[in-house]
C-alpha cells in the first residue's frame, strides 16, 4: 500500500485524532498568454486571512495529491504551476500535528507522505511553476524546490527553512534538492546557520539573490507577470539560466564550513542540525530516491527526539504565552501613557529614555542633578537616533521627532505631568526611596512609579509612599534595545490599574513580558546565579576553569559559564549574589574568589583576545578536590532543579512554563532544552532531585 | 505671457478584460483598485521609453467614489502601481463619460502646457459598487419637477427614448444588439480585441487563483429570437431588454495621453491626435440623446461635417440611443463607420471606464484604415449629457 493510500484508510478510519485546519489544493485553468497554452493553477488556500497561514497536515497534502491526480490525467495541459493566497504561500508542516505523533513508524508516514505528494510536482509530464506570492517556510519551500521553476515576489517578507531552530531537518526534499539548486554554501546558510541565529529570516530579494527563484516580480501584479514570465518559458522566448553547482571541494567545504559553526554554537547539544549536515553532505551523491529515504529516516528519528518535544514546546512558549502573558490583569485597566520620566542619566537611563521614545512616541524627560551627567545622557540618546538614521532605519523627520521627545531637566517638576517615571538610579534601597518620594511629590496620584532594579525589593522600595500600589517593578535585560524579556514585578501592595499599566506599556515597547512577584532577584538573575554558585563552588573545590567552562557544553547555551560573568560584569554578579545570599545563605554563598575579582577590578577571568588571564585564574585557585566536568554539569543541573522547585513553590511565577520563557528570551537558552525545565523533566533531573516532574 | 497651444496625442491605451459584475463574475472577489493598478502597471510596460517621473498627472474616473474606488483613487493607484511618489494623480467623475472626460481634462491640461504626459483612466466595479450606491438626490428635482421621476434609472431613460423616436422599434433595436455581438464575435477572431488587454489575476476562495484574459460579457451565441424572447425590465411591454442594452460589469482602462512633441522627443507612440471635444446637456430623463448636441457642437466648431467622418466609435449604452444618433446623422444602422468591431452591448460597459475603451478601439482602426482621416469617440452619460471627442488618424494619407 502507498504511504497515500495509508493515509487515506487512517483518516477514514478516524485513527487520527487530531483537528487538521486543512489547506485546500484549488485548481484552476489559467489560459497562458501568447499561446503558450493551458496551465493548471494550484492556489494553496486554508480559506483563513493571513494571520493563520497555510499548513501542511495529512489532509491538506492528501488534498495536493488530489490534486495532482487531476492534473496529471490530463493531455491538454502545458504547465502546472503552484501558488499561495494572499500575503502567504505556505509555512510548512503542520506543527500540532507532528506533536501528536506517537511513534517512529507514524513519524516516518509524516515524512514519507511529505515526499510522496510534493515530488509528483517535479515528476509530472509536463514543467511545474511555483510562485512564491508570500510568506514560505518549510515545507512550503519545498513545494517550490519541487517545481521545475521558481519566481517569487520582491514583497515576500520571509522566507527561511526553520527545522532546525525546532529541532527537525527540511526532510521534504530541503536538504536534497535546495543544494543541489544554490550550491552547498547557500543551501547551508538556509538550512544551518539562518535558523541557528536567533531563526533568521530571508526577505524575497536575498532569497532570489540566492537563486533560490529564477526571478523575481513586484507584488503589484505579481501573479500576472510570474504567468507570463512562464508562458515566455514555454515558448522558448525565456531561457532560464542557473549557475551551476559545484559537487566538488566547494561542497565539502562548506559542510565542514558549516559544521564548525553549529559545533560552535551547540557543541552537540542538538540533534538536528547535525543530521541536517548529514543529509546535505551526502546529498551530492545520492540519487533523489536515496536522498528522500535518507530524509525520511532523520525526520522519523529527529520527530520522536525529545529535543523536538521541547523545541515546539519553546515555540509554543514564545508564540502564544508570550503575548498573553499569564497573571497578568484586563488590558481595560490599563491607563494611558502619555509622557515618561527617567530618573538618573546614566547610560541604563539613557537606553531606557530612547527605547520609551522610540516606542511609545511620547516625550521622556531625563532628570539627574548634574548639568553634565544629564547633557551627556540626551546626548546619548540623540547620538543613537543620528546613528539609526544613519544606517537608514529612520527618517530625517522620525530622527528630528524623536530627539524633540527626549529633553533633560535637573529637576523633577518635569516630571509633573508624566503618566509612567521609571528610575534607573543607583542599586540601593535608601537611594531608590528617596527618589521614589521625591518623585511622588511632583505626580499625580496615579502616575506608575517603575524601578528598573535586577535586585531590590519592589514592595520595601514602595512601602514609604503615599501611594504604594502604583509602584511595579520593571526589570529589562541588557541591552535593553536587543533582548525580548521584560520581568514585571508586582509589590506586595501594588494594584491592578498600575500593573495593567505596566504590562501594556511592556506590551507597546514590544517586550515579551512575564508576571513576577515581588522576589529575591526575580527569574532570569535568580536562575543564573544559582548555576553560578553550583559551579564556583565546583571552582574553589579546586575544579580547572578549564573544565568548569566545558561543563555546560552538552547544554548548548549560548554562552559558557565565565564568559557569562564576563559579559554581566563581576560587579554585577557580585552585587545580585550578595542580594541573594541574604535571602537564601545557604543556597547562595558568597564566592570568595569572585570578590576577590570584583576587589582586583578585572573584567573576568578572560582577556580581550579570550585566553584566560592568569592573574584572574589564580584568584579562583587553592581547591584540593577537582570535579570532572560531567560532575560539575551534574551539580549545576541539580542546583537548578532544585532552585526552579522553591520558586515555584514560593509562586514567584505561576507556571514552570514562565520560567522557560524568561530563560529563552531574557538569557537566550535554547529550544532544544525548551528553556530548562522540559531537559530537567526528561534527563530525570527533576524527578531525582524534586520528587516530581515539572510538568506532567 | 503669450502661451500657443500644443497638440495633443494619444499615446496607447489597455484595459483589463471586461466581467460580468456580480457574485459569479470575474471580478467578484478582485478590488477595483486592483485594476487601475494593473492598467498603469501595463501602459508603463508597453512603453518603457516614458520616464515614470515624465509623468504629470494620472487622472482616474469612478462613478462611485468610495470604498475601494475611493480614496482618490488616481492618486491611490499611482501609489500602488509604484510611480514615483512625485507623480500627483486625482479622481474624476462623468458617470458613463468619466474616463473620457479624464482624457479630455489632462488634454486640455497637456494644450494649455501644464502637462507633458498624463495617465487617463476609468474604473468601475459594479459588483462592488450598484449604480446609484449611496446617492441622495435632492428633493427639489422631483418636487419642482427639475427632472422626471425616471431621469436617475438608465433604463426608464432608454425608453423614454423610444417613446420620443417611435420609429425606432424594439425589432430596430434587437437586430442592432445582434450585430453588435457578432462583430465582437468576429473582432475577437480576427485577434482585434485582445492585444489591448492586460490579463488580470483573480482570485476567488473557492476556486482559487486564476487569470482574466478574455472580455466576459459578450454571447456570440445570440439570436434574434432569443432577443426577442427577453423581458422588458423596465416597463411592462415595453422596449429595453438586457439584450439591447449592456449589462452591469466591472473592468478598467487607462491611457497614456501627450503633448505631440513631448511624445516625439520621449519616443512614444502617437496613435491618435486630438482634434477637440465637447460636451453637452440634454433633458435627464433622455440621456441617451446626448451624443447628438455633442457631436453637432463639435462639427459645427470644426466646420466639417458627419461626411469628413469615417469612423465612429459610440457607446452602446442602449441600442436605442445609438439608433437615435444614427438616425440623427442620417447613418443607416448597419453602417460600416460605425463600432467595426462591436460595442458595449457585448464588451459591457463598466461605467466610467468606457471611454478609453472607445479610443483604444479607434487607434487600433485609425492604424489599419490609413485611408481615414477622422474618427469620433462619443457616448451619453446619465443625468442627461453627451460627449464627442473628435480625433485625427496620424496614419492619414491624404488623397494619395
Known amino acids: ?696 | 505671457m503669450p502661451r500657443t497651444a500644443r497638440d495633443v496625442v494619444f499615446v496607447d491605451g489597455v484595459r483589463t478584460p471586461f466581467g460580468k459584475a456580480g457574485p459569479k463574475g470575474l471580478y467578484a472577489e478582485t478590488r477595483a483598485d486592483d485594476l487601475v493598478v494593473r492598467v498603469i502597471r501595463e501602459l508603463r510596460r508597453r512603453n518603457p521609453s516614458l520616464p515614470a517621473d515624465r509623468v504629470d498627472e494620472v487622472a482616474i474616473a469612478a462613478t462611485t467614489q468610495t470604498g475601494d474606488q475611493g480614496l482618490t483613487i488616481g492618486r491611490s493607484a499611482a501609489v500602488l502601481a509604484g510611480l514615483p511618489k512625485s507623480v500627483p494623480g486625482f479622481a474624476i467623475d462623468r458617470m458613463c463619460a468619466g474616463a473620457m472626460t479624464a482624457v479630455t481634462t489632462v488634454a486640455g491640461g497637456i494644450a494649455f502646457g501644464a502637462y507633458d504626459v498624463a495617465i487617463a483612466g476609468g474604473v468601475e466595479h459594479m459588483g462592488r459598487h450598484p449604480m446609484g450606491e449611496g446617492v441622495d438626490p435632492n428633493p427639489r428635482f422631483l418636487a419642482e419637477k427639475l427632472v422626471d421621476p425616471s431621469a436617475l434609472v438608465m433604463g426608464s431613460t432608454a425608453e423614454n427614448l423610444h417613446d420620443r423616436y417611435p420609429h425606432i422599434t424594439r425589432e430596430r433595436a434587437d437586430a442592432y444588439a445582434l450585430r453588435s455581438q457578432q462583430k465582437v464575435a468576429a473582432a475577437y477572431e480576427a485577434g482585434k480585441i485582445q492585444p489591448d488587454l492586460v490579463p488580470m489575476a483573480i482570485r476567488s476562495q473557492e476556486k482559487g487563483y486564476g487569470l482574466a484574459t478574455r472580455d466576459e460579457p459578450p454571447r456570440p451565441e445570440t439570436t434574434l429570437e432569443g432577443l426577442a424572447g427577453l423581458k422588458t425590465p423596465f416597463r411592462p411591454h415595453g422596449h429595453v431588454t438586457a439584450g439591447n442594452a449592456a449589462g452591469l460589469n466591472d473592468g478598467a482602462t487607462g491611457c497614456i495621453v501627450a503633448a505631440e512633441d513631448v511624445a516625439a522627443e520621449l519616443g512614444l507612440t502617437a496613435k491618435m491626435r486630438l482634434v477637440d471635444y465637447a460636451f453637452a446637456g440634454v433633458e435627464p430623463e433622455v440621456m441617451g440623446v446626448g451624443p447628438v448636441p455633442a457631436t453637432e457642437k463639435l462639427l459645427a466648431r470644426n466646420s466639417i461635417t458627419m461626411d469628413d467622418i469615417g469612423l465612429i466609435e459610440i457607446n452602446e449604452a442602449f441600442a436605442v440611443q445609438v439608433l437615435a444618433f444614427l438616425d440623427h446623422f442620417k447613418i443607416a444602422d448597419d453602417d460600416a463607420r460605425v463600432n467595426p468591431w462591436g460595442g458595449a452591448i457585448a464588451l459591457g460597459h463598466p461605467l466610467a471606464s468606457s471611454g478609453v475603451r472607445l479610443m483604444m478601439q479607434l487607434a487600433r482602426q485609425f492604424a489599419e484604415r490609413p485611408d481615414v482621416r477622422f474618427g469620433l469617440t462619443t457616448m451619453c452619460v446619465g443625468m442627461g449629457m453627451g460627449g464627442t471627442v473628435l480625433w485625427e488618424n496620424p496614419n492619414f494619407e491624404g488623397g494619395k
Open chain 1, 1 to 696: 500500500m502507498s504511504t497515500v493510500q495509508t493515509w487515506r484508510s487512517l483518516l477514514d478510519a478516524g485513527n487520527v485524532d487530531h483537528d487538521e485546519v486543512v489547506t485546500h489544493a484549488r485548481v484552476r485553468d489559467v489560459e497562458l498568454p501568447y499561446g503558450a497554452g493551458t496551465m493548471a493553477l494550484i492556489t494553496l488556500d486554508n480559506g483563513f486571512d493571513h494571520t493563520k497561514p497555510n499548513t501542511f497536515g495529512p489532509r491538506g497534502l492528501l488534498e495536493l495529491d488530489d490534486a495532482l491526480d487531476q492534473v496529471a490525467a490530463r493531455d491538454d495541459l502545458a504547465a502546472v504551476g503552484v501558488t499561495g493566497k494572499p500575503f502567504i504561500f505556505a509555512v510548512g508542516a503542520d506543527l500540532k500535528g507532528v506533536q501528536s505523533l506517537e511513534d517512529r513508524e507514524q513519524a516516518k508516514l509524516v515524512a514519507r507522505l511529505g515526499h510522496d505528494v510534493f515530488r509528483r510536482l517535479g515528476e509530472l509530464n509536463v514543467p511545474s511553476f511555483a510562485f512564491v506570492n508570500g510568506a514560505a517556510m518549510g515545507g512550503g519551500v519545498e513545494v517550490a524546490l519541487h517545481c521545475a521553476y521558481r519566481t517569487i515576489s520582491s514583497g515576500v517578507p520571509a522566507l527561511a527553512l526553520p527545522e532546525c531552530f525546532l529541532g527537525l531537518v527540511p526532510g521534504w526534499g530541503g536538504t536534497y534538492l535546495l543544494p543541489r539548486l544554490i550550491g552547498a554554501a547557500n543551501a547551508l546558510k538556509v538550512i544551518i546557520e539562518n535558523p541557528l541565529n536567533q531563526n533568521k529570516m530571508l526577505r524575497g530579494p536575498q532569497a532570489y539573490d540566492l537563486g533560490i527563484a529564477d526571478v523575481m516580480f513586484e507584488p503589484a501584479d505579481f501573479l500576472e507577470e510570474s504567468l507570463r514570465w512562464a508562458a515566455h518559458v514555454l515558448t522558448g522566448e525565456v531561457t532560464v539560466e542557473r549557475a551551476e553547482v559545484d559537487t566538488g571541494k566547494a561542497w565539502d567545504d562548506a559542510v565542514a564550513q558549516a559544521r564548525w559553526f553549529a559545533e560552535g554554537k551547540l557543541h552537540g547539544a542538538a540533534p538536528a542540525p547535525l543530521r541536517a549536515l548529514d543529509l546535505v553532505a551526502a546529498a551530492k551523491d545520492r540519487t533523489r530516491d536515496e536522498g528522500f529515504a535518507a530524509e525520511d529516516d532523520a525526520l522519523a528519528d529527529l520527530i520522536m527526539s525529545p529535543e523536538l518535544r521541547s523545541g515546539l514546546y519553546a515555540f509554543d512558549l514564545v508564540q502564544k504565552r508570550a503575548k498573553r502573558p499569564a497573571g497578568a490583569p484586563d488590558r481595560s485597566l490599563a491607563r494611558p501613557v502619555t509622557k515618561v520620566g527617567v530618573v538618573g542619566a546614566g547610560r541604563m537611563a539613557s537606553q531606557l529614555a530612547l527605547l520609551f521614545a522610540r516606542r511609545l512616541n511620547v516625550p521622556v524627560v531625563l532628570t539627574d542633578l548634574d548639568q553634565e551627567r544629564l547633557d551627556k545622557g540626551v546626548g546619548y540618546v540623540h547620538g543613537e537616533v543620528d546613528k539609526l538614521l544613519g544606517r537608514g532605519r529612520i527618517s530625517a523627520d522620525d530622527a528630528s521627532r524623536l530627539k524633540g521627545l527626549v529633553t533633560g531637566s535637573l529637576t523633577k517638576d518635569a516630571f509633573a505631568d508624566a503618566d509612567f517615571v521609571i528610575e534607573a538610579v543607583f542599586e540601593e534601597m535608601g537611594v531608590k526611596q528617596k527618589v521614589f518620594a521625591e518623585v511622588e511629590a511632583v505626580v499625580s496620584p496615579e502616575c506608575v512609579l517603575a524601578t528598573n532594579t535586577s535586585s531590590l525589593s519592589v514592595t520595601e522600595m514602595a512601602s514609604k509612599l503615599k501611594h504604594p500600589e502604583r509602584v511595579v517593578g520593571f526589570h529589562f535585560f541588557n541591552p535593553v534595545a536587543v533582548l525580548p524579556l521584560l520581568e514585571i514585578i508586582r509589590g506586595e501592595r501594588t494594584d491592578d490599574a498600575a500593573l495593567a499599566t505596566a504590562f501594556a506599556t511592556g506590551k507597546a515597547l514590544k517586550k515579551s513580558c512575564v508576571l513576577v512577584k515581588d522576589a529575591p532577584a526575580f527569574v532570569v538573575n535568580r536562575i543564573l546565579l544559582r548555576l553560578q554558585a553550583e559551579i564556583l563552588k565546583t571552582v574553589e573545590e579546586g575544579t580547572p576553569i578549564e573544565v568548569v567552562e566545558r561543563s555546560t557544553n552538552p547544554l548548548g547555551l549560548p554562552m559558557s559559564p565565565f564568559v557569562l560573568m564576563g559579559l554581566v560584569g563581576p560587579a554585577i554578579a557580585l552585587h545580585v549574589g550578595e542580594t541573594l545570599h541574604a535571602a537564601f545563605p545557604d543556597r547562595f554563598p558568597v564566592s570568595a574568589g569572585l570578590a576577590k575579582l570584583v576587589a582586583a577590578g578585572k573584567p573576568g577571568v578572560y582577556r580581550p583576545d579570550f585566553t584566560f588571564d592568569p592573574e584572574a585564574v589564580a584568584l579562583f585557585e587553592g581547591g584540593t578536590s577537582p570535579s570532572t566536568e560531567e560532575q560539575v554539569l551534574a551539580r549545576a543541573l541539580d542546583g537548578l532543579a532544585e532552585e526552579i522547585k522553591i520558586m515555584l513553590d514560593e509562586g514567584v511565577v505561576a507556571a514552570p512554563e514562565d520560567i522557560d520563557l524568561c530563560l529563552i528570551l531574557g538569557a537566550g537558552w535554547p529550544f532544544h532544552l525548551g528553556g530548562i525545565t522540559p531537559y530537567l523533566d526528561r534527563t530525570g533531573i527533576a524527578e531525582k532531585v524534586t520528587g516530581a516532574r515539572f510538568h506532567s
